[in-house]
């Protein structure tokens, strides 16, 4: 099977940094598309940003300019270096990837368990 485990949530305050890691393990043939998520208490989980294979980046609105999304394909590993942090960034983030577990299956979306993220104000 496949796990995807986040690692860097903390508490930060308002305009500090902070770097979520996830690593995904498993029986991996190939990982399509990586992204974090994050939900807010009493929220909906929402996109924060997304990155292709070939590296290609999405971002939600509110963390452009802010956040960067990178990832090391070697690793199987995905980054999120947060600057700026506003308590409104406040929210458990979530690690999303679509794996392929064999050349001849379609990938499947995993998530990981997720990181808290508290920005002080």
């Known amino acids: 099977q496949v796990q995807l485990v986040e690692s860097g949530g903390g508490v930060v305050q308002a305009g500090g940094s902070l770097r979520l890691s996830c690593a995904a393990s498993?029986?991996?043939?190939?990982?399509?598309?990586m992204g974090w998520y994050r939900q807010a208490p009493g929220k909906q989980r929402d996109l924060v940003a997304t990155i292709t294979r070939g590296g290609t980046t999405n971002y939600e609105d509110s963390v452009k300019g802010r956040f960067t999304i990178s990832r090391d394909n070697a690793k199987n590993m995905v980054y999120l270096q947060m600057n700026s942090l506003k308590p409104e960034d406040t929210a458990e983030y979530y690690c999303n990837a679509n794996i392929r577990g064999s050349p001849w299956t379609a990938g499947i979306d995993y998530w990981g368990k997720g990181t808290l993220v508290t920005v002080s104000s």
């Open positions: 498993g029986s991996i043939n190939r990982i399509n598309a």
